[in-house]
Structure formats: C-alpha cells, structure tokens
C-alpha cells in the first residue's frame, strides 16, 4: 500500500501494484510530507501541527495530537518517523516528539533548537527535514542550522551543534 497527504487535507491509500484507491480520509489542514506507513498505522503531520493516526487497512483514526504552532513559520513540515513502537514527530517550535504508535501518548519531548532574537522572522526554529533513526540515535537540524543527536527511547540529547 502507497499512503499520500493531499492539498485539500486527505490522506489516501493507494493499492501499490494498481493504483486503485483503498481508502480516503479527512484531516485538518493540507499535508506538505509524506505520511509513514508501517503496515498497521499511517502518520500525517498536517500543517496546522496536527498528528493524525490512522488505521492502515481502513483508514479510520486511531488517534490524533495537536501540537502548538508558532507565529511565524516555513511552509513545510517534516514526514513523521515510525520506529518499532515509537512515532517522532518534529514541529515547528523546534522540537521533536516521541509518541506511541498504539494510542498517541506522548513518551518524551526534546529541544532541538531553541528560538532566540528580537524579531518573529530570527525566531524562526522549523524542522522541516525529516529526523534520521540510526540505531538508537536520532538526528535532526533547525532552520537556523542547529543539528542535535538525541538517544531514541528516552529523548536525552547526545550533542548539540550550530553548523548555520
């Protein structure tokens, strides 16, 4: 199964060897990333830092999870990650999230970056690329060019380092 997010705030499930559409569900707002797939749930992050779970055979929400938007963003978002259990999540506030993939409780919260300056536009702190799972590591880098290494089940960060 190929899942896609759509403009107009769908997510759709495409039969991968025919292209026949499986299911179609609503979301809240449009859909930049890719949504994970791990064969038993589908993850979309919506624009509006929405985290919507949904069932992989039917399309139905398992659960969802709303997240804080800052004033001023980019026009993106990062595809979430879906790592044994575990679903990480990163926003535009410069955080990353670790939620269950069984019913969205959030396990732990880092700080990738921290925004910082006078001005809404030097605030700015999106992930928009999507975290990279490397054993029980995480990386992930801000707009600004923060690049943090965190370990993976409990959140701690590793090293932090500016590379803007």
């Known amino acids: 199964m190929l899942a896609i997010g759509t403009y107009d705030a769908r997510v759709v499930a495409l039969a991968a ?43 139905e929400l398992r659960w969802s999870y709303d997240h804080t938007t800052p004033v001023l963003t980019l026009r993106g978002t990062s595809t979430p990650v879906i790592a ?18 069984s019913d969205g409780a959030q396990t732990w919260e880092a700080r990738v970056s921290q925004p910082k300056g006078r001005t809404e536009l030097e605030r700015i702190v999106d992930i928009d690329g999507t975290p990279l799972v490397d054993g029980g590591m995480i990386y992930a880098a801000t707009y600004h ?14 090293w932090q380092q500016d590379l803007s």
């Open 17 to 59: 060897q025919t292209g026949e559409t499986l299911w179609s569900t609503e979301v809240s707002s449009e859909i930049l990333a890719p949504p994970a797939n791990n064969g038993q749930v589908v993850v979309a992050q919506t624009i509006d830092s929405r985290v919507f779970a949904l069932d992989s055979k039917t399309g």
């Open 145 to 158: 060019g923060t690049l943090a290494a965190f370990a993976r089940t409990q959140g701690r960060m590793i």
């Open 84 to 101: 044994s259990s575990q679903v990480l999540v990163a926003f535009d506030n410069g955080q990353i999230i670790s939620l269950s993939s």
